[in-house]
């Protein structure tokens, strides 16, 4: 008998809600919110009329023997502290889906080894809708050295505690990227740069940020030199977080006593809207003329989009079998197809600018 059960791992929590609501569309009665809290995990069951199943466990406890039986699917919402539950779904050739940003937990997935079953990573908005579509600027254009990522974030959002928590741990980080084939060493929240988001940002300046796709694509996608950055939606809180790095006081967020106090601000105050957008300029060739593909997408709540990204891929992963491996997801499927499931959720412009005669070549709006 074929295994049929999908556990989102933090299941009920505002992204993982999102994948089991969108899943059980699909799979009623097979998909389970699992987390340590089996009242939080029956309450969710019960506003889903029954059709997402609660399932109490904590995967850093140990996992029962007889977990896997019937799963054949698993996507986790939460931070891992190492690798051992997903070589344990390799290891019953269970799929798994992960939407973390953190570059140090998907380098250690991408070590594994699976034989006989399917592990997608870059799964969200960054990692995964830049990822996508950064490929969707490769593929316009007929070669690309290099792409330039920048994400906006909004700060009215109620974002997990684990997610504010990531982000004020990077505020402060060094971290080293490729260029052309050379690492180098950068600090977060330096070297600025301009662009123009869709409407209604406009122009904003962003900074550098420890994202895992600009330490992916040039793998996954072939392009040299990759960079990310990141703005908030009010200039006022990046231009503060910015300055306050240029004096050194970001590394007092390295007290856990001030890092704390801050994650607590961020948790309960909000400073900004729930608007989200990302956008990606890839530099490259089209028909021996210098070339800017710039794509970008924007909408509101992240935490939702990223949902329902994890959830296409998990549908993908659940419908039909996908080669055996690690892979990032835009090594398994295509951002045209992608987008046009979110088109109720996002909106997508892309342009592609002759750099030489500074002419706009199929502009594009959805």
């Given amino acids: 008998m074929m295994k049929q059960g999908i556990v989102v791992v933090g299941g009920y929590g505002q992204v993982g809600q999102v994948v089991c609501h969108e899943l059980a569309k699909f799979f009623p009665g097979n998909v389970y919110a699992a987390g340590r809290s089996y009242e939080k995990a029956k309450r969710f069951s019960d506003d889903q009329g029954g059709r997402v199943l609660p399932l109490q466990m904590d995967i850093n406890e140990g996992i029962p023997e007889d977990f896997f039986q019937d799963v054949s699917l698993v996507v986790m919402c939460l931070d891992l502290r190492d690798t051992g539950f997903v070589q344990a779904c390799i290891d019953h050739q269970v799929d798994y889906v992960d939407i973390t940003a953190d570059y140090s937990v998907i380098a250690g997935i991408e070590k594994l080894s699976p034989a006989g079953s399917t592990v997608v990573l870059s799964v969200g908005l960054a990692p995964g809708l830049t990822n996508m579509?950064?490929?969707?600027?490769?593929?316009?254009?007929?070669?690309?050295?290099?792409?330039?990522?920048?994400?906006?974030?909004?700060?009215?959002?109620?974002?997990?505690?684990?997610?504010?928590?990531?982000?004020?741990?990077?505020?402060?980080?060094?971290?080293?990227?490729?260029?052309?084939?050379?690492?180098?060493?950068?600090?977060?929240?330096?070297?600025?740069?301009?662009?123009?988001?869709?409407?209604?940002?406009?122009?904003?300046?962003?900074?550098?940020?420890?994202?895992?796709?600009?330490?992916?694509?040039?793998?996954?996608?072939?392009i040299p030199s990759v960079s990310t950055r990141l703005c908030f939606d009010s200039p006022l809180v990046t231009r503060t977080a910015a300055g306050l790095k240029r004096a050194g006081g970001l590394g007092w967020l390295e007290r856990p006593s001030i890092r704390n106090k801050a994650v607590d601000l961020m948790e309960s105050w909000r400073w900004g809207s729930e608007n989200f957008a990302a956008k990606v300029d890839v530099w490259g060739e089209k028909d021996g003329r210098q070339t800017i593909y710039q794509g970008s997408v924007c909408g509101v709540r992240e935490g939702y989009v990223t949902g329902r990204v994890a959830a296409y891929v998990a549908e993908k992963l659940a419908r039909e079998r996908q080669p055996f491996g690690v892979f990032h997801s835009e090594k398994l499927f295509q951002p045209a197809e992608l987008f046009m499931e979110l088109e109720d959720v996002i909106t997508l412009e892309e342009r592609i600018i002759d750099i030489e005669s500074h002419e706009e070549k199929g502009g594009m709006a959805r």
Avoid: C, M
């Fill in 133 to 222: 579509l950064a490929k969707q600027g490769k593929q316009r254009l007929d070669t690309a050295r290099l792409a330039d990522i920048y994400v906006l974030l909004g700060l009215g959002e109620a974002h997990g505690r684990a997610a504010i928590e990531w982000t004020i741990d990077n505020l402060a980080a060094d971290f080293s990227v490729l260029e052309y084939g050379r690492k180098r060493q950068v600090a977060s929240f330096t070297e600025g740069k301009k662009t123009r988001f869709p409407a209604p940002f406009g122009q904003r300046t962003a900074y550098r940020f420890n994202f895992s796709d600009q330490h992916v694509i040039p793998r996954t996608l072939d």
